[in-house]
Structure formats: structure tokens, C-alpha cells
């Protein structure tokens, strides 16, 4: 046999061997990013899934891999240690990278605004020590400031930022709850179900925050209030509609006796 008829032959040989070789290496690092992003993409899911059951509003997980990002505000450093703590305990988080802020009171200096045309109190006459007793239990302060018309906090559009009219709202929010300082107040923020849930959940954190901070520029201390945002995730109307939407979008306050 000929030398050139044995390297034809070798050539014939490695060409397919090293093509297919190639073709193994290069589906093995695909099947494998594959992998990787699908592993990402569950543990995002069930990170950001498992702060919702917490009711944990206005924190975002974000994963780089199988390390977890923890954005947004909270309360406290004590609520920041807990989320991280939710975190960390689920299967198959390496890390947390908790850069969560701590809410700062105030954390915007309110507008000022026109001064609104004085309300006249409403006088309430007790009868009884069980009137008395009745309006002191959270739930009276509660019917109280629903009285109010609370679907005028609104905001500025895709902004925490209040409105003139939700700050006269708010106004009366402060002079109701200035009654009751043995109470402890959480706002709750809300919004539609239009655009990015996570986006959502982050604009209810802020305006959320955004009201408490006006209010205690009004006087009420920042120690009995919070704020956490919920996002779209709890409607009180079809978001099929303009005016089902618009009533999702509020302000809440949930009143409960101080321990």
C-alpha cells in the first residue's frame, strides 16, 4: 500500500472521529447551560412564590445561578435577617446577597401643597362606658378611617409619588390616628394587575412607604407604623375593567392594638 493511499485512509478515519467528537463536547455544554438557566429560572419562581405565601411584599429575589439577590425595602434589620433567613432555607440556594434597604423616615420630603378647605369635625357624644370602650378596640378605628374616602390617596402615574388630592386624604388619615397612638398602623399598598408582577409589587412598596411617610410628617410616630406593598396579588375588583382597576389600585391601613 502506498504512502498516500495510507494517509488517505487516516484522513478518512480521524476527520469523522474529530467532527464527531466536537459535536458530543458542544451538546454537552448545551444540555448543560440549559440545565443551569432552567435551575435559575425554578429557584427565582419558588424563591419570589415562597415570599409571597409569607406575605413578604415589596422584596424581589433575583438568582445568578444558585446564589439568591434580595432587592427592596423593609422595615427593619431584624425583617432584613428574616427574608434572608426564608431564603437561605430553601433546597438548593448556595448564597443570599442581601442587599435589602432599610426604610428611612422620612424617606421623601412631602410637596407642599394648597392648603384644603377645613372639614368640619364630627362630634361623637358618648352615652355609655361601653361606647367608650368600643371605640378604643381597633376595629372601631378601622370603620372610622374607612369612613374616610380612602380611594382618593392616589399617585402620580407610575409614581410614589401622592397627588394633592391623596394628601388631603391623608391629612385626615393623620388627624383620626394622632387619637389612637396605642395602636399600631400597617399601610398596605396595592396596584393593578397591569404590567410586570415584580415591577407591581415594588411601585405598592414604595407608594406604600410614600403615605407612611407622609403621615408621620403629620405627626404620627414612625415607631407604630409599616409599609409593605403587595403588588396586584390582592384585588378587590376585576382588573378587566378601568374601574375595576382603579379600585385596585389603594391605599389600605390595618389597625391592631400594640403588644
Known amino acids: 500500500m502506498t504512502t498516500e493511499r495510507i494517509d488517505s485512509c487516516i484522513s478518512c478515519i480521524l476527520i469523522p472521529l474529530v467532527f464527531g467528537l466536537a459535536v458530543l463536547i458542544s451538546g454537552y455544554w448545551l444540555v ?3 440545565a443551569a438557566e432552567r435551575i435559575e429560572n425554578d429557584l427565582s419562581y419558588t424563591s419570589n412564590q415562597l415570599l409571597k405565601e409569607q406575605q413578604v411584599g415589596g422584596v424581589i429575589v433575583n438568582m445568578d445561578g444558585r446564589d ?3 432587592t427592596g425595602t423593609v422595615k427593619d434589620m431584624q425583617r432584613s435577617e428574616e427574608i434572608e433567613n426564608i431564603i437561605a432555607s430553601l433546597s438548593g440556594i448556595h448564597a443570599v446577597d442581601n442587599q435589602l434597604k432599610i426604610a428611612s423616615t422620612p424617606a421623601i420630603e412631602p410637596k407642599p401643597v394648597a392648603e384644603p378647605t377645613p372639614v368640619a369635625e364630627k362630634e361623637i357624644t358618648l352615652t355609655s362606658e361601653s361606647e ?5 378596640q381597633p376595629q372601631a378605628v378601622g370603620k372610622i378611617l374607612q369612613s374616610l ?3 382618593g390617596i392616589t399617585f402620580l402615574f407610575g409614581s410614589d409619588e401622592i397627588t394633592a388630592q391623596g394628601t388631603n386624604i391623608l391629612r385626615e388619615v393623620a388627624g383620626v390616628l394622632n387619637g389612637y397612638p396605642q395602636f399600631d398602623i400597617m399601610v398596605r399598598g396595592h396596584t393593578d394587575s397591569v404590567g410586570d408582577d415584580n415591577l407591581n409589587l415594588e411601585l405598592s412598596q414604595r407608594r406604600a412607604q410614600s403615605a407612611m411617610n407622609y403621615l408621620t410628617s403629620q405627626g404620627i410616630s414612625a415607631d ?3 409599609a409593605i406593598g403587595y403588588g396586584g396579588f390582592e384585588p378587590i375588583a376585576s382588573n378587566g375593567t378601568t374601574e375595576g382597576r382603579a379600585l385596585n389600585r389603594r391605599i389600605e391601613f390595618a389597625v391592631t392594638r400594640r403588644l
Request: hydrophobic share 55%; proline share 0%; with cysteine.
Open 32 to 34: 448543560r447551560e440549559n
Open 224 to 226: 407604630c407604623m409599616s
Open 68 to 70: 439568591a439577590i434580595l
Open 132 to 136: 367608650v370602650e368600643a371605640l378604643a
Open 149 to 151: 374616602d380612602l380611594s
